[in-house]
């Protein structure tokens, strides 16, 4: 008797669930009738990697997936293993560093970000991973000039130099001197000998107040570097590739990259320029910006409306 | 042992003697902004410790301010004097001018004090005035304290000087620096050594200043008394 009575109390319990529990689907968000599954997106710890996690993360949420974010996860040698693992399914890289890491530091990785993916790729298919297309936007080293010197000898790229380099002066940290993509580099690959060179840091403060007080024409800089700008520097085009391919590549599991993702990532990533970079690093690193709003930011400018 | 010997080979290279890397002009470099902090150290340093060794007055906070100066870590105030004024010699030499005067404060203060009160009277006695007094008698006979302390200073700010490089200076701080940053150790060795040569360099010249400035009789009385203690010692 009693066990009847409360088997259909419980049944009536159960359709009372259910009905509620699908006026509540119906009345919800509506568009996405169900996500198309889930990603983890990792990003490294520095705000760059951050925005470039939250660009593809929104990227893929707009087109339906569900999105995770491990962000600020760590350096290279705690997200590669967490990607190798499956604890992650995707992350920001950058070609050719990914490549030396990859490769453990063969040298392998050169100007040219077609010849250092393919390069990359194959070291990565044994472990189950793929890049996909790399960006035309780069964070590598790169040699900038103030506007008022790039005016004065109307220069672009880095051959230019070739022609007025005895009038000039390099400043870069003090190994410079003796590393190929440096010093040495700029005089094999351009033909450019400077008049002196001044020993620094590498895109840190002292190159910076060097640059405002004269005491260098042409300084060591990170091609993405947010405060550039607001520095009145310009960076010079490395048009006979002496840089590294440091090109922005997502870097992810195969089992993940369907030919969906494949097509938004690269659709993203086509779209991307290192100016993109410049401007979104000073938004997060200068003005203090959070990074996913900037990065929504980039998506509406490019007309994925979340 | 191999070590030693590039070393010496790097000492050995012509190329290393000539240009604006050359050890000639590192060593100038060093030794002018050396000299600059020394001297305006000495300008500020050497009028107070005299004053208050003469009056005898607050002596105590004198000497305990300049020992907290003695606390400040050299680099530290290297970058914030950086964040002031800019790259340049600036702040290389506000960071040196504030380690050399702690030194000098205290052995003057402490060299004037200790002037036997009986000479100080004998000179009023014999008709001098103040100015005279301080002079004529008190200063020559602090001459032996006043220069350890500028010594001591200067000893000091030629070995601290390598920290210029820091912030793109020169001096022979750019070897240390540089070799390091190159993974030159070669070249970081040598520029430790030339360092450590013209510390030694500095502390030697200025004993020999110092025994010029000390009064004849003075220099008498130290060897008679230095004399008497040895004999005492064998006696």
Not at chain 2, 64 to 78: K, M, Y
Not at chain 2, 155 to 170: D, F, P
Not at chain 2, 217 to 231: D, F, K, P, Y
């Amino acid at each position: 008797m009693n066990s009847r009575f409360d088997s259909s109390r419980f049944l009536a319990a159960l359709a009372a669930l259910v009905f509620v529990a699908t006026a509540c689907g119906s009345t919800g968000s509506g568009t996405p009738t169900a996500s198309k599954g889930t990603l983890t997106v990792a990003g490294f710890n520095f705000p760059e990697s951050s925005i470039l996690a939250e660009i593809y993360g929104q990227a893929l949420a707009h087109d339906g997936y569900t999105i995770n974010y491990k962000l600020l996860l760590g350096t290279r040698e705690v997200v590669a293993p967490a990607l190798e693992s499956g604890q992650i399914d995707l992350y920001p890289g950058y070609a050719a560093t990914d490549l030396e890491f990859y490769n453990k530091g063969a040298g392998e990785a050169n100007g040219d970000a077609v010849a250092t993916t393919a390069k990359l790729n194959s070291h990565l298919q044994p472990l189950g991973l793929t890049a996909l297309t790399p960006s035309p936007a780069v964070d590598q080293n790169a040699f900038a000039v103030t506007t008022d010197t790039q005016k004065k000898y109307n220069l672009s790229k880095l051959s230019d130099l070739a022609a007025i380099g005895g009038q000039l002066t390099l400043g870069a940290g003090p190994e410079c001197p003796t590393r190929p993509f440096c010093q040495p580099g700029l005089q094999k690959t351009y033909g450019i000998n400077f008049k002196a060179f001044k020993p620094l840091d590498t895109d840190g403060p002292l190159t910076r107040a060097a640059f405002k007080n004269g005491s260098i024409d042409v300084g060591l800089v990170f091609s993405s570097d947010g405060d550039l700008n607001s520095l009145g520097l310009v960076v010079l085009q490395d048009d006979k590739h002496l840089e590294n391919a440091d090109n922005v590549i997502p870097i992810m599991r195969q089992a993940a990259a369907s030919a969906e993702v494949t097509s938004v990532l690269n659709a993203i990533n086509a779209k991307l320029t290192t100016a993109d970079l410049v401007t979104m690093n000073s938004q997060v690193s200068i003005q203090h910006q959070d990074a996913d709003a900037v990065a929504a930011a980039w998506l509406q400018q490019h007309n994925y409306n979340n | 042992m191999t070590h030693l010997a590039n070393v010496v080979q790097w000492f050995a290279d012509p190329a290393h003697w000539r240009g604006s890397d050359g050890i000639p002009n590192r060593l100038v470099e060093h030794i002018q902004i050396s000299a600059e902090a020394v001297a305006i150290g000495a300008l500020i340093a050497l009028p107070i410790g005299i004053a208050l060794g003469h009056y005898g007055r607050f002596g105590n906070l004198a000497i305990n301010i300049s020992n907290v100066g003695r606390a400040l870590p050299s680099f530290g105030l290297l970058v914030i004097a950086f964040q002031v004024f800019g790259l340049g010699n600036l702040p290389v030499l506000v960071a040196l001018v504030a380690l050399a005067i702690p030194p000098m404060v205290t052995n003057s203060y402490v060299g004037l004090r200790e002037v036997d009160p009986d000479v100080k009277e004998a000179a009023r006695g014999m008709g001098y005035r103040e100015l005279a007094q301080l002079v004529r008698v008190e200063l020559p006979l602090a001459v032996p304290l006043v220069m350890a302390g500028i010594r001591t200073s200067a000893v000091q700010v030629v070995a601290t000087a390598t920290l210029a490089a820091l912030i793109a200076g020169g001096g022979f701080g750019r070897y240390v620096i540089d070799g390091f940053a190159q993974q030159d150790y070669t070249k970081l060795f040598a520029g430790a050594v030339l360092v450590a040569a013209l510390a030694m360099a500095t502390e030697l010249s200025l004993s020999g200043v110092e025994w010029l400035l000390v009064p004849r009789g003075i220099r008498l009385l130290q060897a008679r008394a230095a004399n008497r203690a040895a004999t005492f010692k064998t006696a």
